[in-house]
């Protein structure tokens, strides 16, 4: 679990502060909170966010912007840092200036975008996320707007002074349209598992889809689908709340044989023994139908 001092779960907007020294358990940030914005700032030190298509290396003076479904722990983190935490919800609350500041592709669904801090910005910067952690321990009236309007001039300092760093290739009508297609991804990859289902919604063919996602990704249409569905599946697992059963109806499958084999070939373990490395110490609800299932994997 997130080592939280400072949250509040009766707001869309959360500050945590991260504490870690070497040798401690990872630190989760998509616990239950799977469809949240997270903003990373490290203060000091080093680690790597963990997702599901691989690492990223983070160093001190960085902001990282991570997209709902992006982020699963904060790994090898020897660091002092804050973390701001909102879901999409928080566009009900403020006004459309917020939702400008984070259109010119802050918060990206095909890459973790980063902000270099300069020098002489790094102190404005780490002024205002203490503001934010000083409000959120308070018990003001007011303490829901103070905290917005904070967001908003910590995001607009962060346009104003700095280089937006992205990895994103190919036209801007390209990035738009593979934008679109993660986002809807995100949104319906319980009821969606095939390129064309997305296709379709797009007015596109599949062809055409699935090489502009590999132009501007690097993979395939379908690579980001099943990853995805095995985040999600690995969220379930690291839990360890619901059987094998519950988590393949949970994510769409009506046939477990089917969601045993799918979960085997994108991770190459089965699901029982991937649940088994998240928690040792468990007795596994699993264990004899998973051996049921070993002729279908």
Request: hydrophobic share 40%; proline share 3%; with cysteine.
């Amino acid at each position: 679990m997130l080592p939280v001092n400072d949250t509040m779960n009766t707001l869309f907007l959360d500050v945590h502060q991260l504490m870690k020294n070497p040798g401690d358990m990872p630190v989760s940030l998509s616990d239950g909170r799977s469809n949240h914005f997270f903003i990373v700032y490290l203060h000091e030190g080093h680690g790597k966010i963990e997702h599901s298509n691989g690492g990223v290396e983070i160093k001190a003076r960085t902001v990282y912007f991570l997209y709902p479904g992006q982020i699963t722990y904060l790994n090898d983190l020897c660091a002092r840092g804050t973390a701001i935490e909102f879901s999409s919800g928080i566009f009900n609350r403020l006004n459309a200036e917020l939702y400008i500041l984070m259109t010119p592709g802050m918060f990206s669904p095909m890459a973790i975008n980063q902000l270099t801090i300069t020098d002489d910005s790094y102190q404005e910067i780490e002024h205002l996320l203490m503001l934010m952690q000083v409000e959120c321990l308070g018990i003001s009236t007011f303490r829901r707007e103070v905290l917005e309007a904070l967001l908003k001039v910590f995001l607009a300092n962060l346009t104003k002074k700095i280089q937006l760093i992205t990895e994103a290739s190919g036209s801007s009508a390209d990035v738009d349209l593979v934008t679109r297609f993660l986002g809807m991804i995100h949104s319906n990859f319980v009821t969606m598992k095939k390129v064309s289902d997305y296709a379709n919604k797009l007015c596109i063919s599949p062809n055409y889809l699935s090489t502009k996602v590999r132009i501007v990704t690097g993979h395939s249409a379908r690579h980001h689908i099943q990853q995805r569905i095995v985040h999600e599946a690995k969220q379930h697992a690291e839990k360890g709340t619901k059987t094998l059963k519950e988590v393949a109806y949970t994510l769409g499958f009506e046939d477990l044989s089917h969601f045993s084999k799918f979960f085997k070939n994108i991770t190459g373990m089965n699901f029982t023994d991937f649940r088994n490395r998240q928690w040792p110490c468990s007795t596994d609800k699993d264990a004899d139908l998973s051996k049921s299932l070993k002729a279908f994997v």
